[in-house]
């Protein structure tokens, strides 16, 4: 079974993209595609690389009945260009980032993830200097994203697998 690769991206890999990485792996495991997926998140920057996210990220996706404390941030390598089939960037500062980084051989697909699952506003804002409830309305916005991307991409595999029996 072909499995599809997601990277969530922001600045520190601390903050919003944790939350997407828990969000997506634990609804798709409770649509029963888990196995299907396989996602990660990164940061532009590696000021945080090996910390975990931030407590206020744990504690909104802990109030959802998600646990991403054991999440480690990194950096966006260029070996993810060409190992992921799609990369999300959380805001256009991070998208115009992972362009400039893009090696001429990639072979992911690079989207603006608040414009792949159509939603205003275009751009998940960091909630870094915010409060807890910042923190929870990035994760209403990422919890919607990602349940759309699941409904986007596995209807489409779906289409996929009924044209690929109609012909056998």
């Given at each position: 079974?072909?499995?599809?690769?997601?990277?969530?991206?922001?600045?520190?890999?601390?903050c919003?993209?944790?939350?997407?990485?828990?969000i997506?792996?634990?609804?798709?495991?409770?649509?029963?595609?888990?196995?299907?997926?396989?996602?990660?998140?990164?940061?532009?920057?590696?000021?945080?690389?090996?910390?975990?996210?931030?407590?206020r990220?744990?504690?909104?996706?802990?109030?959802?009945?998600?646990?991403?404390?054991?999440l480690?941030?990194?950096?966006?390598?260029?070996?993810?260009?060409?190992?992921?089939?799609?990369?999300?960037?959380?805001?256009?500062a991070?998208?115009?980032?992972?362009?400039?980084?893009?090696?001429?051989?990639?072979?992911?697909?690079?989207h603006?993830?608040?414009?792949?699952?159509?939603?205003?506003?275009?751009?998940?804002?960091?909630?870094y200097?915010?409060?807890?409830?910042d923190?929870?309305?990035?994760?209403r916005?990422l919890?919607?994203?990602?349940?759309?991307?699941?409904?986007?991409?596995?209807?489409?595999?779906?289409?996929?697998?009924?044209?690929?029996?109609?012909?056998?």
């Open positions: 079974m072909d499995q599809t690769r997601i990277l969530f991206v922001c600045l520190g890999n601390i919003r993209s944790p939350l997407a990485e828990g997506l792996r634990h609804r798709a495991a409770e649509g029963g595609f888990g196995d299907r997926l396989i996602v990660d998140s990164a940061g532009t920057g590696g000021w945080h690389q090996g910390e975990g996210p931030d407590p990220s744990v504690a909104a996706a802990r109030d959802n009945g998600i646990d991403i404390s054991g480690r941030a990194r950096q966006v390598k260029t070996a993810d260009f060409s190992h992921f089939d799609m990369i999300f960037a959380m805001d256009r991070n998208l115009r980032d992972l362009v400039r980084r893009t090696p001429h051989d990639s072979s992911a697909d690079l603006l993830f608040m414009d792949f699952v159509g939603s205003e506003p275009r751009d998940v804002p960091d909630p200097y915010g409060d807890a409830q923190f929870d309305r990035v994760f916005m919890d919607e994203g990602c349940t759309k991307l699941l409904a986007t991409l596995f209807r489409r595999q779906g289409q996929a697998g009924a044209r690929q029996s109609e012909t056998k």
